[in-house]
C-alpha cells in the first residue's frame, strides 16, 4: 500500500522572519507519521495574500492531505481564509453559528465582541466548519484539486485541541493508512559520522529507510519499517545494528516498547537493583542533581563550582583531595557513599589541571571504576554533556534487569 502524501503548511510573518519557532509544525509531523502518511514538505509562509494563494494551488496539485496552520485571527494581518477563497474560488460568507460561538466566548467572559472579531465568521464557500472550543477562531476543512486541507489556529494549545477532537477522526475514517514502524536507537558518546561507518555493512532491505538525528548531546538512529513488515525479523535486525554500534546504545524505542530516555533508563536499573545513590557535580552546575531529583533512589546531592569546594564540604583529607588523576575523583566517590550510606555514589568533575578534561566515577560495594572525557562547547552544552555522560557511566556499572 502506498502512504498517502502530506504537506504543512504554517503561516505568519513572525516565523519567516525567526520570531518564533514553528513547533505546531513539528507536532504535526509527528501526529501524521504516526497516523501512517509520509510527510513529504514544510511550507512557511509570511503575511501576503499573493504567496498564499499560489502555495495553496501548489499543494493542491500534489498532495493527498494538508494541515495548514494560522492566520484565522482577527486583525488585518490574518489573511488564510481570504487566501483560500482566492485560491479555489470560494467567496467567504458568514456561518451564523460561527458568529454565535465567537459572541458566546466573549459574553462568558464579561467582554463586548470586537466588531473586528467578526471576521472570523467568515468562511470560504462549502468549507466544512471546525468548532474551536478553546479560542475565538473557527478552523474549516474543504477538498480542492484531490487534496483535503484543514485549516487550524497557530494558538498552539487551540491547534493540538482541534486536531485531536477533530481532525484526527476525519483523517483515519477518509484515508486507508496503515502506520510505518518506526525504531530509535539513543546513543551517547559516537558521533553521527562514525555512526554510519558502523552501519556501512548492513544492507537493508527493501522498503526500510535508515536516518540519523542529532538530539545533543545524544545521537539517534532512525529506521522506518514498512507498516507490514514482520516484527521478529525487524527486532533481529535491529539487534544486530544494536551489536555493530555497541554499548553506546542506551535505548531502543519501538512501537511496542519505548524504552525511552537516559535517565528513564537509569531509573530503571536502579529500582531492577534496589540502589540508591549519593552525587557529587562540578561542571554540570547541577544538571545532574535536577536529573535525578524526581526519583526516590537519588538520596544526595552535591554541587560545588570546583575541586577547591569538595574537599572543605566532604571534610576530606589533603591526600584524598583532587589532583589531576582520576583516582582522586575515585577515592571521592567511595569517601561519598561511605558518608551517606548509599549503594552507590557519582562524582562528576572537571580535572583540576585540564578543565577541558571530565572525570567521572561510580563507587559501589564491589569497588570504583572511572572513566576520564574530553570536553568542547559552550558552558550549557559541557553542563548537558557532562551530566548525561556520568548517568551514562552508572547505567554501564549497573546490573542488567
Known amino acids: 500500500m502506498t502512504q498517502p502524501q502530506a504537506e504543512i503548511l504554517s503561516q505568519g510573518d513572525e516565523l519567516v522572519m525567526g520570531q518564533i519557532a514553528d513547533t505546531n509544525g513539528a507536532w504535526l509531523s509527528e501526529r501524521l507519521t504516526e497516523l501512517g502518511f509520509s510527510v513529504t514538505r514544510h511550507t ?25 496552520t494560522g492566520g484565522l485571527g482577527p486583525t488585518l494581518d490574518d489573511l488564510t481564509a481570504e487566501a483560500v477563497a482566492q485560491a479555489f474560488a470560494r467567496p467567504l460568507k458568514e456561518d451564523p453559528e460561527a458568529l454565535r460561538q465567537i459572541q458566546a466566548w466573549f459574553a462568558g467572559r464579561a467582554d463586548p465582541m470586537p466588531e473586528a472579531n467578526r471576521k472570523q465568521a467568515f468562511l470560504p464557500e462549502g ?22 486541507f484543514f485549516f487550524l489556529p497557530g494558538v498552539p ?34 558521533g553521527e559520522s562514525t555512526l554510519q561507518q558502523r552501519l556501512d555493512p548492513f544492507a537493508l532491505p527493501a522498503g526500510i ?38 554499548t553506546a ?55 560545588v563550582p570546583d575541586g577547591r569546594a569538595v574537599v572543605q564540604h566532604l571534610e576530606l583529607s589533603p591526600g584524598n583531595g583532587p589532583s589531576d588523576g582520576p583516582l582522586d575523583v575515585a577515592a571521592i566517590a567511595t569517601h ?26 561510580v563507587a559501589s560495594e564491589v569497588g570504583t571504576a572511572r572513566v576520564r572525557h574530553s570536553l568542547a562547547g559552550n558552558p550549557g552544552y559541557r553542563r548537558a554533556l557532562s551530566a548525561a555522560l556520568a548517568l551514562d557511566f552508572l547505567r554501564r556499572t549497573l546490573p542488567a534487569p
Not at 535505548?251 to 540502589?275: F, K, N, Q, W, Y
Open 44 to 68: 512557511t509562509v509570511g503575511d501576503e495574500v499573493h504567496t498564499l494563494t499560489t502555495v495553496l494551488r501548489e499543494i493542491a496539485a500534489r498532495a493527498d492531505l494538508c494541515v495548514c
Open 127 to 148: 468549507s466544512r466548519r471546525l468548532d474551536n472550543l478553546r479560542g475565538t477562531a473557527p478552523g474549516f476543512a474543504l477538498d480542492h484539486g484531490g487534496c483535503r
Open 157 to 190: 494549545h487551540e491547534m493540538e485541541f482541534m486536531f485531536e477532537r477533530l481532525v484526527k477522526a476525519d483523517i483515519q475514517s477518509s484515508f486507508p493508512t496503515r502506520p510505518v514502524q518506526r525504531v530509535t536507537l539513543r546513543v551517547l558518546g559516537v
Open 209 to 246: 529507510k535508515l536516518g540519523f538525528r542529532t538530539v545533543p548531546p545524544e545521537n539517534h538512529v532512525k529506521l522506518q519499517f514498512p507498516a507490514d513488515f514482520p516484527v521478529p525479523e525487524r527486532d533481529l535486525l535491529i539487534d544486530e545494528i544494536r551489536r555493530a554500534i555497541g
Open 249 to 303: 546504545v542506551f535505548s531502543i524505542d519501538t512501537p511496542e516498547r519505548p524504552e525511552g530516555t537516559l535517565i528513564e533508563c537509569v531509573d530503571r536499573l536502579m529500582r531492577h537493583a534496589d540502589a540508591s545513590l549519593a552525587t557529587l557535580e562540578t561542571v554540570s552546575r547541577g544538571h545532574l542533581a535536577q536529573l535525578c531529583g524526581a526519583f526516590g533512589w537519588w538520596t544526595y546531592g552535591l554541587v
Open 336 to 361: 561519598l557513599r561511605r558518608r551517606h550510606g548509599t549503594s552507590h555514589a557519582l562524582a562528576c568533575m572537571e580535572s583540576p589541571r585540564n578543565p577541558s578534561e571530565l572525570v567521572i566515577a
